[in-house]
């Protein structure tokens, strides 16, 4: 709090609250806004794919003119336009505008990673892992309170589109409040500010590939981001229609899931200081793995209500923010460049994934979560690898070895 740019800081994280508000609402939604739409809960879930489409489209170029212009205007600029889409699809007739707007979201969080990240590891140079991975409380943080509005709606019989327009409005505030805020200087990573301690300065041992690493960590952006997408727009559903859960249950478990993934952040946030970044990658990503197994074979509402926590504090803790920071770590130049790179892959998890999952939903809504637990077994496998690779490319060298040679 005595970081100058705090104010700022608290500003950014405000925008990922209603950004985890604004992932999930379309789900939240889904039998309202298909009833608005003349379609089904597969329909809303094309709606969907549609944010990965928006990401996918700018979030590259997004990342590259990020560092040459600034981490501002890309901020103003994706609250701008998740403004339109929270506006845009209360008017949205049919499938065919909506989806329009729903690349507008898309686009709206491209802009808003490639302002927001860069801007916390330069406002928190020696501490970046802490400071980017407290995005995912204030995204928690959303998707906790959502369901319970949206059920506070549902049995008080309030028009459902007022979720939307409440967070219209707190980013409206937000922005006239970000406005007069400085924000820190664009500049290069410092040489301890990813997976090492503050103890501690690293030294590369190779030069890194970006075919090896790179690509590795790309893959990775889209396994994590697929995994915990994936729960975080079907939860719900899987809880009534295969666990037998009531409306008001199966809602809450994206609340469960919610405060999982709140408390993992600030676990996560004293323990990276202990131990190095990939011993969090490696092993949160094996407790998705299993949890999600778990949750297949034994869908139980009791086993529902435990699991949602499991797999949002292991999947949705962050774990993919700090993926980026050991990335940026990797390939020092660049945040903004290495920001659109890692998250291109996420954006296209975001539009395949809801293709993937509306068509399976055809099927059976519990071979959803059997396709997600093959995924995060993909994810384990390359947490692994990147652990390998990165210890092939980079020595740690505590500062007092340092200092005696």
Known sequence: MKNKYFPTVLGLYINYFVHGMGVIILAQNMDALAKQWNTNVGGVAIVISALGIGRLLVLFVSGILSDKFGRKPFVFLGLTTYICFFVGILISPNIAVAYLFGILAGVANSFLDCGTYPALMEAYPESASTANIMLKAFISGGQFLLPLIISLFVAANI??????????????ANAIFLFRRPFPPMRQKSQNDGGASQAATIHFVEKPK??????????????????????????????????????????????YYAIGSIICVFVTAVLVKRFHTLFFLVGYTFISMIALLTLVLFPDPAVCVAFSFVIGYSAAGGVMQLALVLMAEVFPKGKGTITGTFYTLGSIASFTIPLITGSLS????????VFDTWIAAAGFVLALIIAYRYHKVIRIVPDAEEKVS
């Open 159 to 172: 028009w459902f589109g007022w979720s939307f327009l409440i967070a219209a409005i707190i980013l409206a």
């Open 210 to 255: 970006f075919w090896i690493e790179g690509v590795c960590f790309c893959l990775y952006g889209y396994i994590s981001q697929a995994t915990f997408y994936l729960v975080s727009q079907w939860l719900t559903k899987y809880g009534s229609s295969v666990a037998g859960m009531s409306d008001t249950s199966s809602r809450a478990l994206m609340s």
């Open 362 to 369: 055809n099927t059976s809504i519990a071979s959803i979560m």
